[in-house]
Nanobody, 111 residues
Framework: QVQLVESGGGLVQPGGSLTLSCTAS????????WYWFRQAPGKQRELVAS???????NYGDPVKGRFTISRDNGKKTTYLQMNSLNPDDTAVYYC?????WGQGTQVTVSS
């Protein structure tokens, strides 16, 4: 069984940056693809970014050029570097891999 734990969320001013982390415990495979999703109040959950074993990455249109996903297989961790944050980025951010989901971490962008 896999457990995923996110961290790094918080309150940030518009234009600021945050880095989210998601670490796996239990069974882990470097073959996994990692994904970050987010869900804002009253909105559907949307894909933010993904990274394959090969390092190939994909981003949702709203975050292209501002967010960067990465992975460290040795640490069983994926990261989401978020720059130039704006209030529309306010949401609960979830990581997922191997059909498991983390509990989510709140990101609030506000002055």
């Amino acid at each position: 069984q896999v457990q995923l734990v996110e961290s790094g969320g918080g309150l940030v001013q518009p234009g600021g940056s945050l880095t989210l982390s998601c670490t796996a415990s239990g069974s882990y495979s470097e073959l996994w693809a990692w994904y970050w999703f987010r869900q804002a109040p009253g909105k559907q959950r949307e894909l933010v970014a993904s990274i394959m074993l090969s390092g190939y990455t994909n981003y949702g249109d709203p975050v292209k050029g501002r967010f960067t996903i990465s992975r460290d297989n040795g640490k069983k961790t994926t990261y989401l570097q978020m720059n130039s944050l704006n209030p529309d980025d306010t949401a609960v951010y979830y990581c997922t891999a191997a059909e498991s989901w983390g509990q989510g971490t709140q990101v609030t962008v506000s002055s």
